[in-house]
Structures are given as C-alpha cells and as structure tokens.
C-alpha cells in the first residue's frame, strides 16, 4: 500500500493511514492533534509518501525512513504491529525525518573517510536521541490504556528512556532487542556507504 500525503487536514490524514491507525487516532483524539501537527511541521516545503510493508521478522525495523531526493521523504512501517506501536513508530520517525542534514552530514563524513564505524553510529544514535526524546516527551499527553500500554512492543522503552546521551547508549544495548543491536545496525550501514 502506498500512501501519498500532499494535504494534511484532519480528514485527509485520517484517510490515508492503516484502517486500523484511523480507529486509534479517532479514539485518541490528543493523539491525533499531535500526529497531524508533526506531520505539517516536519513536511513543509515536502512531499511524503508511506508505505505499508508485513514481516514477522523483528530483525527488520518497524519503521524507517529515507530521502528518494531532495523534496521528499518515504516512511516505511510494519502495518501488522499493535496500533499503539504503529502510532509511536510514526511519530518517532516524522520527527527524525527532520534530522536530514544531519544524517547527509554524517554520510559525507563517511565517504570521505572523516569518520570511523564506531563513530558513525554513536552520532546515528545522537541524532535519533534527540527523535527519541521528543517522542517520549509525547507520549505522556495521548492518554493510552493500560491495555494498551501493556501490549506496546515499544511505550515503555521511549517512556524510560534516559535523558542523558550516555546513559541512553547503556539503555539502548540493554533494551535492544535480540534480533536488532542498533550500534552494530549502523556500523553495518558504515560498511555498505563505504563500499559504494
């Protein structure tokens, strides 16, 4: 499923999301404010397209983001997560979709050879930190259920996040999931801009 978002209304928004998503900002009305604020925000000036991918394979991240050029900005999410989980997959990446310049920064370091592999991930991670703490800060005004926040593969790791960088690195290994070590993610991410 492709999604293409050229106006951000309430209604348009609403439409273009998972069925399921639309049910869940629709309940979640505070949730939904600050979804179609972030989206408006951070794509001004854009083009953003969503695609819809299924995978039971927790190696793959939920979601992500790239730059196709200079205009626009694809977000891939797993659609068969729980909508919470969707949810906090989305607005983690709108907001650190707004972190390009950084990311093209740290990619040109590498080509260049300016940066090492270890480095490279701990400024990915920096980057994100920052996503990370605007999402966890959010998270407090949706209002979730208890049910919900018990079945979200992921409200309590942004909830608990560490807001100082270092410890964030220690909590970031210690929560990482089996399947995914963000550090050895991005070192691999290294290896392949260095190669082409």
């Not at 949730?31 to 927790?58: C, E, H, M, P, W």
């Not at 990446?93 to 490279?120: A, M, P, W």
Request: aromatic share 14%.
């Amino acid at each position: 499923m492709v999604v293409s978002i050229s106006s951000w209304s309430q209604t348009s928004t609403m439409t273009m999301l998972s069925p399921k998503l639309r049910v869940f900002l629709t309940d979640h009305g505070r949730a939904s404010q600050i979804f179609t604020n972030l989206i408006s925000k951070a794509f001004t000036g854009r083009s953003v397209k969503i695609y819809y991918f299924y995978s039971d394979d927790y190696s793959i991240a939920t979601c992500y983001h790239y730059y196709p050029d200079e205009s626009n900005v694809v977000i891939c999410v797993r659609e068969n997560q729980k909508p919470v989980d969707e949810f906090i997959s989305l607005v983690f990446e709108v907001i650190n979709s707004e972190s390009e310049t950084n990311f093209q920064n740290l990619r040109e370091k590498v080509i260049d050879g300016s940066i090492t592999r270890t480095n490279f991930a701990i400024e990915v991670l920096k980057v994100e930190f920052r996503a990370i703490m605007e999402t966890s800060g959010l998270l407090g005004e949706i209002g979730f259920t208890k049910t919900e926040i018990a079945d979200s593969r992921y409200y309590k790791s942004y909830a608990n996040s560490p807001t100082n960088f270092v410890d964030f690195i220690y909590y970031t290994e210690k929560m990482s999931m089996p399947e995914r070590d963000p550090i050895k993610e991005y070192e691999q991410q290294y290896d392949l801009m260095r190669k082409h």
